[in-house]
Each structure stands twice: as structure tokens, then as C-alpha cells.
T-cell receptor
Framework: AQTVTQSQPEMSVQEAETVTLSCTYDTSESDYYLFWYKQPPSRQMILVIRQEAYKQQNATENRFSVNFQKAAKSFSLKISDSQLGDAAMYFCAYRSAQDTDKLIFGTGTRLQVFP | DGGITQSPKYLFRKEGQNVTLSCEQNLNHDAMYWYRQDPGQGLRLIYYSQIVNDFQKGDIAEGYSVSREKKESFPLTVTSAQKNPTAFYLC?????????????FGPGTRLTVL
């Protein structure tokens, strides 16, 4: 069974600085999708960025980018120029290409942003 | 605006009572999902549905029931058989056949059993 591990329960960053959140996963499959979701204090989950395993190029969305290392089964999220509004819980999630319905989530990393 | 609505935002229930959480979407998505979130844990899948009048159990379906009579609606009933129902419940929807099949979430319902 696939698992997703986020080993950092909490992280903090100074405003305008860069922070990297870690995510590792375990799977025997070669085709899958990876996601980072943000859950702000309102608790609504918001998709931040996504990556397909077959794409070697790392995904980027404005200040958010990923470092996808398929062989190491690692999918870290880098937030550049951190803003106060980035403070939230961040969840890494995995979806098999075979099982289109099941998202497997990590336990989350709480990010604090200090002015 | 297109989106997913969940109601109520907060719900209180006495032990032994069934309670139904509402989830509606106007995104014309085929698939809908229910997740449970507990402190210190990620989201866990309760039930999902790909088409009207059909649904499948997720990882933690015991003590819950669902229906899918309309494409837009996927209510979740928390029954008295659910031993520890106090949690945050999130509904999501997704468009089947898209490359990523990403899921979009509603604002959630906080259920507290008194």
C-alpha cells in the first residue's frame, strides 16, 4: 500500500525568505500524481501545485515550486518570498494513475510565517 | 460562482443520534468524495461516488452512509454506529477523465458529539 510521510510537523520562516517542506512517499508504481494542498485557518483545502511522475521537469506556480526526485521518492515544496498569507497547514498527497479516486495524504506540516 | 458548499459549518449531536451533513457542487463534476480529518492526521477517505446512484466505500466507511440521487449532491449520514464521530468533515469533487483528476474541496463541517 502506498504511504505518504511528512516528517516536519511544524516549520517557520521569516517573511520574504524561502522555506522548503519535505514529503516522501512509498509506492511500487511508476505512474502516479503528486499534489501539495494548503489548508489555511479557514480549513478549506486549496490545491497549490501538482506533478505527474512521468514529467521530469519540476512544477512551478508563481512563488511555489517542487523538487521532485522520483528515484528517491521525494516531493518537496519550496515557497519563495514567503508572505504572511502563506501561514497554513500544508499536506502532501499521492494518487495512483490506476486508482483515480483515492488520494493518500500525509499528516501535514504547519507553517508559521513571522514578520 | 462555481464551487462546493457544505452545511452546516458547525454541527452538534447527542450520542445515539444520526446526523446528515450536506454537500452540494455546481462544478458539473462527476465524482464526489467525503473525507474525515482528525488532529495530527491527514485526510482519510470515507466514501466516494463516480456516478449518480452508485458509490463505494473508502478506508473508514464503518458507521457512515451516503446517497447520490443527484449529480450535484452527496450527503453524508453519520450514524450512531460511528464510535468516535467528533471530527472535521470535508467534501470534495473532481472531473473524471482529466489528466490529474484533481479534487476540489468544500469549506468543511465541524461535527461535535456531546
Amino acid at each position: 500500500a502506498q504511504t505518504v510521510t511528512q516528517s516536519q510537523p511544524e516549520m517557520s520562516v521569516q517573511e520574504a525568505e524561502t522555506v522548503t517542506l519535505s514529503c516522501t512517499y512509498d509506492t511500487s508504481e511508476s505512474d502516479y500524481y503528486l499534489f501539495w494542498y494548503k489548508q489555511p485557518p479557514s480549513r478549506q483545502m486549496i490545491l497549490v501545485i501538482r506533478q505527474e511522475a512521468y514529467k521530469q521537469q519540476n512544477a512551478t506556480e508563481n512563488r511555489f515550486s517542487v523538487n521532485f526526485q522520483k528515484a528517491a521518492k521525494s516531493f518537496s515544496l519550496k515557497i519563495s518570498d514567503s508572505q504572511l498569507g502563506d501561514a497554513a497547514m500544508y499536506f502532501c498527497a499521492y494518487r495512483s494513475a490506476q486508482d483515480t479516486d483515492k488520494l493518500i495524504f500525509g499528516t501535514g506540516t504547519r507553517l508559521q510565517v513571522f514578520p | 460562482d462555481g464551487g462546493i458548499t457544505q452545511s452546516p459549518k458547525y454541527l452538534f449531536r447527542k450520542e445515539g443520534q444520526n446526523v446528515t451533513l450536506s454537500c452540494e457542487q455546481n462544478l458539473n463534476h462527476d465524482a464526489m468524495y467525503w473525507y474525515r480529518q482528525d488532529p495530527g492526521q491527514g485526510l482519510r477517505l470515507i466514501y466516494y461516488s463516480q456516478i449518480v446512484n452508485d458509490f463505494q466505500k473508502g478506508d473508514i466507511a464503518e458507521g457512515y452512509s451516503v446517497s447520490r440521487e443527484k449529480k450535484e449532491s452527496f450527503p453524508l449520514t453519520v450514524t450512531s454506529a460511528q464510535k468516535n464521530p467528533t471530527a472535521f468533515y470535508l467534501c470534495a469533487s473532481g472531473r473524471l477523465g482529466s489528466a490529474y483528476n484533481e479534487q476540489f474541496f468544500g469549506p468543511g463541517t465541524r461535527l461535535t458529539v456531546l
